[in-house]
């Protein structure tokens, strides 16, 4: 899990501290946070305010320029000190802006239409929770689980065994009767459901252990509800390791739970098919096989020599996929790398998209072409340009694929083995602006390849 990973320091007259203190202990241990808030660069909430109507129909991109664009940087991709000039998101606005990056309203809704659809989606989630709370009174509680859960014959629960519905662990009081709460329920699902709850709660408690947020117990108990009524309604997908690093900073950015809960939804519409597991492979393999394409269409001299190394299939970059690059970075760094791809891959359509069920490309169709461009972001317009739109294609695939590149003659002259090809180091120090400008050069690159092939 993700560690003491991070100092924060003053910039320009905002102390980052003061969003994301760090425990005192933490600090001699620290990873160094690049991120600088930049009076002018930075997306600020003057400039947010200012991106809405009367009404509330918002300019999403003049939002997206502003997140895009920034200052004077380094000119190398990596440096032992990189200047971060950077431009992103300004962390009193962060949460909100998020909630757009990533689809979960419409920049064209009035403000009185979002929040009947955030008062809507506050309900639903109560309603979910509380079907939750009836199988495990603990959620809700201000509590975690990380004991498995044992059934009323004080036996724990098994994946091999049928699943009587009842509920009974130590934390639970023993005077309430559980049976018969499930009976109309799937009882598979509701089985397989309690087997991962104290999973998510022993990562729960691991999640971000430097924040001093997370030193509070009914903070990580946010945590845990999030992630526990998520993979209940998700239950195709349920928990996989990895999804509280994605769902943490939602926790922490966002006060009222329900929303962190669709934001993370949100962010999950993204993400969950890197983490659909099965006995024989992994989600996240599509975008291993898609990085390994990349490569060998833009670098076939690499591609052979971690071929030659045993690491054609990439694994290497299976945690930077996994969770966007959340353990190699510092938090805040992180944060500021999301926004950067959100904004990046925005396309005007998401909103529709999630509500009605459709791909982009069949809602961009519907769409004014001029206006959808003008609209999209940096990333998703090459796409748009080229109809090149399947999701194992995100820009993280050619992120990692700019980060190989970076490393390309170390790679070749000293990697003996695949101990050599380690891209921890690297990813420690990169400039996320200049890290997704090289990734659009190769992006490029690669269409414009597999177009002539």
Same mark, same amino acid.
């Given at each position: 899990?993700?560690?003491?990973?991070?100092?924060?320091?003053?910039?320009?007259?905002?102390?980052?501290?003061?969003?994301?203190?760090?425990?005192?202990?933490?600090?001699?241990?620290?990873?160094?946070?690049?991120?600088?808030?930049?009076?002018?660069?930075?997306?600020?909430?003057?400039?947010?305010?200012?991106?809405?109507?009367?009404?509330?129909? $918002?300019?999403?991109?003049?939002?997206?320029?502003?997140?895009?664009?920034?200052?004077?940087?380094?000119?190398?991709?990596?440096?032992?000190?990189?200047?971060?000039?950077?431009?992103?998101?300004?962390?009193?606005?962060?949460?909100?802006?998020?909630?757009?990056?990533?689809?979960?309203?419409?920049?064209?809704?009035?403000?009185?239409?979002?929040?009947?659809?955030?008062?809507?989606?506050?309900?639903?989630?109560?309603?979910?929770?509380?079907?939750?709370?009836?199988?495990?009174?603990?959620?809700?509680?201000?509590?975690?689980?990380?004991?498995?859960?044992?059934?009323?014959?004080?036996?724990?629960?098994?994946?091999?065994?049928?699943?009587?519905?009842?509920?009974?662990?130590?934390?639970?009081?023993?005077?309430?009767?559980?049976?018969?709460?499930?009976?109309?329920?799937?009882?598979?699902?509701?089985?397989?459901?309690?087997?991962?709850?104290?999973?998510?709660?022993?990562?729960?408690?691991?999640?971000?252990?430097?924040?001093?947020?997370?030193?509070?117990?009914?903070?990580?108990?946010?945590?845990?509800?999030?992630?526990?009524?998520?993979?209940?309604?998700?239950?195709?997908?349920?928990?996989?390791?990895?999804?509280?690093?994605?769902?943490?900073?939602?926790?922490?950015?966002?006060?009222?739970?329900?929303?962190?809960?669709?934001?993370?939804?949100?962010?999950?519409?993204?993400?969950?098919?890197?983490?659909?597991?099965?006995?024989?492979?992994?989600?996240?393999?599509?975008?291993?096989?898609?990085?390994?394409?990349?490569?060998?269409?833009?670098?076939?001299?690499?591609?052979?020599?971690?071929?030659?190394?045993?690491?054609?299939?990439?694994?290497?970059?299976?945690?930077?996929?996994?969770?966007?690059?959340?353990?190699?970075?510092?938090?805040?760094?992180?944060?500021?790398?999301?926004?950067?791809?959100?904004?990046?891959?925005?396309?005007?359509?998401?909103?529709? $998209?999630?509500?009605?069920?459709?791909?982009?490309?069949?809602?961009?169709?519907?769409?004014?072409?001029?206006?959808?461009?003008?609209?999209?972001?940096?990333?998703?317009?090459?796409?748009?340009?080229?109809?090149?739109?399947?999701?194992?294609?995100?820009?993280?695939?050619?992120?990692?694929?700019?980060?190989?590149?970076?490393?390309?003659?170390?790679?070749?002259?000293?990697?003996?083995?695949?101990?050599?090809?380690?891209?921890?180091?690297?990813?420690?120090?990169?400039?996320?602006?200049?890290?997704?400008?090289?990734?659009?050069?190769?992006?490029?690159?690669?269409?414009?390849?597999?177009?002539?092939?």
């Amino acid at each position: 899990m993700f560690g003491c990973g991070m100092i924060l320091k003053r910039s320009d007259g905002v102390d980052l501290n003061a969003f994301y203190p760090v425990r005192p202990e933490c600090n001699d241990d620290a990873r160094k946070t690049r991120f600088k808030v930049k009076p002018g660069k930075t997306l600020s909430a003057r400039k947010w305010h200012a991106a809405f109507s009367e009404n509330g129909h $918002m300019d999403i991109a003049k939002v997206l320029r502003r997140i895009q664009r920034g200052g004077n940087a380094s000119p190398r991709l990596l440096s032992p000190f990189p200047l971060w000039l950077t431009i992103g998101v300004h962390p009193s606005i962060r949460g909100v802006v998020w909630e757009f990056l990533l689809g979960c309203f419409d920049p064209n809704s009035t403000f009185d239409e979002r929040n009947q659809l955030r008062q809507q989606r506050r309900e639903q989630y109560g309603i979910w929770k509380a079907e939750c709370q009836k199988m495990v009174p603990l959620i809700g509680s201000g509590r975690v689980i990380t004991l498995p859960i044992k059934n009323d014959n004080d036996q724990q629960l098994n994946a091999d065994k049928d699943c009587n519905g009842a509920v009974s662990t130590s934390s639970l009081d023993p005077s309430i009767s559980h049976e018969g709460l499930v009976e109309n329920m799937d009882k598979k699902k509701v089985k397989n459901w309690k087997l991962i709850l104290h999973q998510i709660g022993l990562d729960v408690v691991r999640t971000d252990r430097a924040l001093s947020f997370y030193e509070s117990e009914i903070n990580q108990a946010k945590l845990w509800d999030v992630l526990a009524v998520y993979a209940w309604v998700d239950s195709d997908i349920g928990y996989v390791q990895g999804m509280n690093d994605i769902c943490s900073p939602m926790v922490i950015l966002l006060e009222h739970e329900a929303d962190a809960f669709w934001c993370f939804e949100r962010a999950m519409r993204r993400l969950r098919e890197n983490f659909r597991c099965t006995t024989s492979s992994i989600g996240v393999q599509s975008q291993l096989g898609t990085l390994s394409t990349i490569i060998k269409t833009i670098d076939p001299q690499l591609h052979q020599h971690l071929e030659d190394l045993d690491g054609g299939a990439y694994l290497f970059a299976f945690r930077m996929l996994m969770v966007l690059f959340r353990r190699e970075l510092s938090f805040v760094d992180a944060l500021y790398l999301w926004e950067l791809i959100w904004a990046m891959e925005y396309n005007p359509n998401i909103f529709l $998209m999630y509500k009605e069920e459709r791909t982009v490309a069949e809602t961009a169709l519907k769409a004014d072409e001029k206006l959808l461009m003008k609209q999209c972001g940096k990333f998703e317009k090459e796409k748009i340009k080229t109809g090149h739109v399947d999701h194992e294609s995100a820009l993280a695939v050619f992120l990692v694929a700019s980060v190989l590149e970076t490393k390309n003659k170390a790679l070749l002259k000293e990697a003996k083995g695949l101990d050599d090809v380690i891209l921890g180091e690297t990813t420690g120090k990169l400039d996320a602006k200049k890290a997704c400008k090289a990734a659009l050069k190769i992006q490029k690159k690669y269409l414009n390849k597999t177009k002539q092939s």
